[in-house]
């Protein structure tokens, strides 16, 4: 009964690459987040996603950055070019069908740490 | 617009002491409330959480009460141990069509044997 899983754990990139991170929600979620975490700072909420839809990508930067969930597979978050304060960790979190009912839980992976050098 | 406020750390405390981490929200409506732990090197884990107003979150001895009056969520409990030494993150979600979380900035608590 595996959680949700992120890979890689830990990402460097040198500035202007891009960085792939991956997240595969628990068996029988259909709903992916991802938040942002900077040094010495909460999360920051980035995108919410269902297959194959992006339903709020509010808190997405405008530029350079992407988030994908297909239909099969992982949900992907994509960041261009890469810059130094990309440097993060970034945790994805699954929840059920039926999410929007107050007070459920999103399960959260462990995180893949983007260091840009 | 919605936010979480939560206390500085970190927290240092001895083992077996009392603790309390406050947080406070500033939400439209009715907020369902939740405190988070983050182990070192780990993502986050729901440690409890409460979805009205006067209800109580407990678990493995943490407890928070949520307070409509003072918009308070502050988390409690009564003899800390080693193993508790983590980050604790106070959030907010107020469901809907995205049922995002809104994260205070954590509290690093340190428990010393």
Known sequence: NAGVMQNPRHLVRRRGQEARLRCSPMKGHSHV???RQLPEEGLKF????????IIDESGMPKERFSAEFPKEGPSILR?????RGDSAAYFCA??????GKVGTEAFFGQGT???VV | GNSVTQMEGPVTLS???FLTI???????????LFWYVQYPGEGLQLLLKATKADDKGSNKGFEATYRKETTSF???KGSVQVSDSAVYFCALSRGGATNKLIFGTGTLLAVQP
């Open chain 2, 74 to 76: 502050h988390l409690e």
């Open chain 1, 79 to 83: 960041i261009q070019q890469v810059v």
């Open chain 1, 113 to 115: 740490r983007l260091t």
């Open chain 1, 33 to 35: 987040y991802w938040y």
């Open chain 2, 15 to 17: 083992e077996e002491a």
């Open chain 1, 46 to 53: 980035m995108v919410y996603l269902q297959k194959e839809n």
């Open chain 1, 94 to 99: 699954s929840s059920p069908p039926g999410q």
């Open chain 2, 22 to 32: 406050n947080c406070t929200y500033t939400a439209t409506g009715y907020p369902s």
